[in-house]
């Protein structure tokens, strides 16, 4: 049978704000356990959350990032279950009124195309604590750094229809998200936490299908994996009869299987009511568009513009706009050297290689813009070959100064003189009686080969130094005037 | 002076008696510190006491007042009910989940009136948690009524009424979600008073239901209560439904002029079903009111007879969230030798907390519940807008409104403790106050067969001057408010 995979996604985005949402203690990442956690993400009795502005501003950013409507009274809502992580025994989140509603978010394919996801609403909670079951013998730990984090938790409509379509748009949120610089995204500490809902049904059919939700997903290359997995496994039950169970399950990427969470963990009645500790969150126009002022330009607006101000291509504009650092990156190198596209292609190419041989990021770049730019500007006037560039690229990246500095100490310029090149040229040819025979009794396909050999001569005399572009002129004169 | 002169005397005279240097702090707080230790046994009306440290601020404060530094309450001794967090001083809550718990931090009421130079003798009993109206359902045992010890002192505030008519403190705090301020004020004789929802910062008051908590004095006079709750209230940013308006000074504008005062009369509150002995005694005291210049009017508040059930459902689901933090993870009881995590919070919960706590949680937990919360909690919280509004119709008619602060005098022990509906009945006149958010106030208003009953006054929004003022005049022109209970039998 034609199975369709239909899925919407929930993402829990830790926003990168200076404290907790509803406490003074520091968000931060990789403190020693329980260092982050005072009485009030403890749940010390008599404590009282107090709401952090930072939160409430970056979720109205997000809100407005994706074109959403920003609720003008959202209240928070008590969540409650026991869990030992869960100091209060329940969690602070918003159920009856987010503060980001309805919303459309326009996620770019690899081919360019636009593809809209129907986003549902975004609303702002605590994150728990982590329990920590491998440090002591027999006994687990609860770690409260975590608890009181601020969360925007993204929910969509099932509006998936393959985990392509899922990565690209995971890709595109954490884009949004880092341009907006409301969270660093990074999934590998659990700033980015997407659970899946997916089920099956047939091709051309309307009605969904009995889904199951697959919890805590940490990366990209996971999330097409688990949904992969999860598509076999709904298939073959499907296929051979069966029923799906609604359930959630965890995805194990050992054994790339996905497993039941055990009921008990799952079947809660969270009875969800309006937290009386807090005010609700009342926002007017004046501060939506106080906050709008601040956004930055985002990445569907900066890929237009690159591609109709810079022409780069589609392809090129999609694989360095994501990256807000490398996008600003780029765009001081344009600033520099005039030259769009050659940045382009030194950024996404020897630059990238670097970077990711040395597991460094573009910010921690050794080479600044204004370098590259300058490496660019003597390739674009001749001085440099693209072969004697990559010297200079290589000279650069060990911090051996700037391209001038770097062409003048090594004496690298590149011989465009044509007295200097002519006499190089008839030297090699005078020196190759055979060679010339040979590339005069061949046909014009073979003879094209044959004119690498005194290339690579004229090359080597010159040290590499020659023009590439005048020798191969002068070249082909002096040889076809040789019969 | 005597010891028995002292012991009784208002905050008001104590100041004036520190500032002329007749007393000094230290020997008032010895002599509180005496009679606690006197009569406590008996009374059980404190948990915790901590002498040295008293004395170490009394002596601090003789200190500044020898020096000309005094603030509004320097050296003035004062019992804390153990519901406010006290940083190094054991908070209980009345609670065996919280024996053993001491405190990092003080509450916002606590560090405030330390500020003004308090000096804190120790912790009250109280009920398990806030929940009740008796002082039954304590860990720590009841608290018994100095006017009679066979009877209760009301609750939950029962052990800070108990020890200021006793003559431990000339002034304890007290906190009211239903009642726990002016019903034992009423069964005790003395004058308690319950401000504004977010006049007085929650913040390190243990939650019982957090939209209607809110901490309060109870002292000797009205005119203590109006210094006593200038020194509490006030804009907390660590409490966001704490109200961000200026405190004025009660004390010094309390105006004992009543002319033109408007005093509402609920039809609802003065019907059949009350005691013919309670209404005499509170009409008297209106009448009073009426001869200082007061009109009274009779007014209506329509939904009054939803006010229980309203509360008993919001006051429970709050509370079953609330104290959901007690699971023997982190701080407080913890049962012997869980064999699991299910077993540990079963245990722990169910061997920490007493049964009317239980009860609440169970009722509360109820009420939440998916396919109820529409008709329970979401129904209640419509309702309660609906009782509100009632008040502030009525409030464009009247200035107060007056009523009974409880349906009685104190009760005997076990009276009402296997009815819970007849135990939340105490409330009845005091419940729908705190639905609505509003300043409630109980004055001594005499004695029915040798105990104490109260007239209750009902301010407007923020407007606890008003009460204040009428009490303060009711206060001049009787002396109900004087009455004390009998002390030579309990002190033997």
Same mark, same amino acid.
């Given at each position: 049978m034609n199975w369709e995979i239909v899925m919407g996604l929930e993402v829990h985005l830790q926003l990168a704000?200076?404290?907790k949402i509803f406490s003074?203690?520091? *968000?931060? %990442? /990789? *403190?020693?356990?329980?260092?982050?956690?005072?009485a009030v993400d403890l749940g010390m009795p008599g404590m009282l959350p107090v709401l952090n502005e930072q939160a409430v501003r970056y979720a109205v950013k997000f809100g407005l990032g994706i074109g959403a409507r920003i609720g003008d009274r959202s209240v928070f809502d008590r969540k409650n279950y026991f869990y030992p992580d869960l100091p209060k025994g329940y969690q602070v989140s918003q159920f009856f009124s987010p503060i980001v509603c309805e919303g459309m978010f326009e996620v770019p394919l690899e081919d360019g195309t636009l593809f809209p996801i129907r986003i549902t609403r975004a609303h702002l909670e605590e994150d728990a604590g982590k329990s920590v079951h491998d440090v002591f013998q027999q006994e687990t730990g609860i770690d409260?750094?975590? *608890? /009181?984090t601020p969360l925007l938790e993204i929910v969509t409509e099932?509006? %998936?229809?393959?985990a392509e379509q899922a990565v690209a748009y995971l890709k595109a949120l954490h884009s949004l998200v880092t341009y907006l610089g409301i969270?660093?995204?990074?999934m590998s500490e659990g700033s980015m936490r997407c659970d899946i809902n997916v089920s099956l049904r047939e091709k051309g059919s309307q009605t969904l299908g009995t889904r199951t939700e697959i919890k805590n997903v940490n990366s990209f290359r996971f999330v097409e994996r688990a949904i992969h997995s999860e598509y076999e496994r709904q298939a073959d039950i499907l296929e051979s009869g069966g029923t799906i169970t609604q359930e959630t399950r965890l995805y194990d990427a050992e054994q790339n299987v996905t497993r039941s969470m055990r009921s008990k963990e799952v079947a809660?009645?969270?009875?969800? %009511?309006?937290?009386?500790d807090l005010l609700p969150i009342v926002i007017d126009s004046d501060y939506i568009e106080a906050v709008r002022a601040t956004l930055p330009e985002l990445p569907g607006a900066k890929r237009t513009r690159f591609t109709?101000?810079?022409?780069?291509?589609e392809y090129d504009a999609a694989l360095i706009v994501p990256h807000h650092a490398m996008a600003d990156y780029f765009e001081a190198v344009v600033q520099f050297c005039k030259a769009p596209k050659p940045a382009a292609n030194w950024i996404l190419g020897d630059l990238s290689g670097a970077l990711n041989r040395n597991e460094m990021g573009i910010e921690e770049s050794p080479i600044t813009p204004e370098r590259l730019a300058g490496l660019i500007v003597r390739i674009e006037d001749g001085t440099l070959s693209s072969k004697l560039a990559k010297q200079v690229f290589d000279a650069m990246w060990e911090g051996e100064g700037d391209t001038d500095e770097i062409v003048a100490t090594r004496g690298?310029?590149?011989?465009?003189d044509s007295g200097a090149l002519e006499a190089m040229v008839d030297e090699v040819i005078a020196n190759s009686p055979d060679q010339v025979t040979q590339y005069l009794a061949a046909d014009e396909a073979k003879r094209k080969k044959l004119s690498g050999f005194f290339v690579g001569q004229v090359m080597k005399a010159s040290k590499g130094q020659a023009n590439p572009q005048m020798l191969n002129a002068l070249l082909l004169e002096k040889l076809n005037n040789q019969s | 002076m005597t010891d028995s002169t002292l012991l009784h005397a208002s905050v008001s005279h104590l100041r004036q008696l520190l500032k002329d240097r007749a007393v000094s702090s230290e020997e008032l707080t010895q002599a509180c510190l005496k009679q606690i230790d006197e009569t406590n046994e008996a009374?059980?009306? #404190?948990?915790? #006491?901590c002498p040295e440290q008293a004395l170490e601020s009394a002596r601090a404060a003789d200190s500044a007042l020898a020096k000309g530094?005094?603030?509004? $309450?320097?050296g003035i001794p004062l019992l804390h009910k153990d519901i406010f967090c006290t940083r190094g001083v054991r908070t209980t809550c009345g609670s065996r989940m919280l024996e053993q718990f001491v405190p990092a931090y003080d509450a916002t009421v606590v560090s405030k009136m330390k500020a003004e130079g308090v000096v804190m003798l120790g912790k009250c009993n109280m009920d398990e948690f806030a929940?009740?109206?008796?002082?039954?359902?304590s860990f720590f045992g009841t608290v018994k009524?100095?006017?009679?010890? =066979?009877c209760v002192p009301g609750g939950s505030s029962g052990g800070s009424a108990a020890a200021l008519a006793t003559g431990m403190a000339p002034l304890v705090t007290g906190t009211d979600t239903g009642g726990s301020i002016r019903q034992p004020a009423s069964l005790c004789g003395v004058t308690g008073l319950k401000p504004? &929802?977010?006049? #007085?910062?929650?913040?390190g008051i243990i939650a019982f239901a957090s939209s209607l908590d809110q901490a309060g004095p109870m002292a000797r006079t009205a005119e203590d209560c109006a210094l006593a709750l200038t020194a509490m209230a006030g804009m907390d940013?660590?409490? =966001?439904?704490?109200?961000n308006l200026p405190v004025p000074d009660f004390h010094s504008a309390l105006?004992?002029? $009543?002319?033109?005062l408007r005093i509402g009369l609920p039809r609802e509150y003065f019907n059949?079903?009350?005691?013919t002995d309670v209404r005499a005694r509170v009409m008297a005291a209106l009448s009073e009111l009426e001869k200082a210049g007061a009109s009274l009017i009779d007014i209506d508040?329509? !939904?009054? !007879?939803y006010a229980i059930a309203t509360y008993y459902v919001i006051a429970p689901a709050e509370a079953s969230a609330n104290l959901?933090? &007690?699971?023997? #993870?982190?701080?407080g009881y913890r049962c012997e030798q869980p064999s699991d995590l299910e077993d540990l919070y079963q245990r722990s919960r169910s061997e920490g907390f007493g049964e009317e706590v239980q009860r609440r949680i169970l009722v509360g937990t109820y009420a939440l519940s998916a396919g109820f919360y529409d008709a329970y909690f979401n129904k209640a919280q419509q309702v309660r807008r609906v009782i509100t509004e009632d008040f502030r119709r009525a409030f464009e008619q009247v200035d107060v409104i007056a009523g009974? =602060?409880?349906?009685g005098v104190a009760f005997p022990f076990g009276a009402k403790q296997q009815d819970p509906i007849a135990m939340y009945m105490e409330d009845i006149y005091t419940l729908a106050v705190n639905l609505a958010g509003l300043p409630g106030l109980s004055t001594p208003a005499g004695l029915i067969n040798g105990m104490p009953v109260g007239l209750q006054l009902i301010g407007k929004p923020f407007d606890e001057q008003t009460i204040l003022n009428a009490a303060h005049r009711l206060q001049i022109d009787t002396d109900w408010h004087s009455a004390r209970p009998n002390l030579e039998t309990i002190a033997s």
């Open positions: 704000t200076q404290s003074g203690s520091s *968000a931060q %990442f /990789g *403190a020693a356990p329980n260092e982050q956690a005072d409260l750094n975590r *608890a /009181g099932p509006d %998936f229809r393959s969270s660093d995204g990074n809660n009645d969270y009875r969800y %009511f309006p937290e009386p109709s101000d810079y022409g780069l291509s690298l310029k590149q011989v465009s | 009374l059980n009306a #404190v948990i915790t #006491v530094e005094s603030k509004s $309450l320097t929940m009740g109206s008796s002082n039954e359902t009524n100095p006017w009679d010890l =066979s504004t &929802y977010g006049r #007085v910062s929650r913040l940013d660590g409490d =966001s439904t704490s109200a105006n004992p002029n $009543l002319q033109g059949d079903d009350l005691n508040l329509p !939904h009054s !007879h959901a933090r &007690y699971d023997g #993870v982190r701080f009974p =602060s409880a349906p």
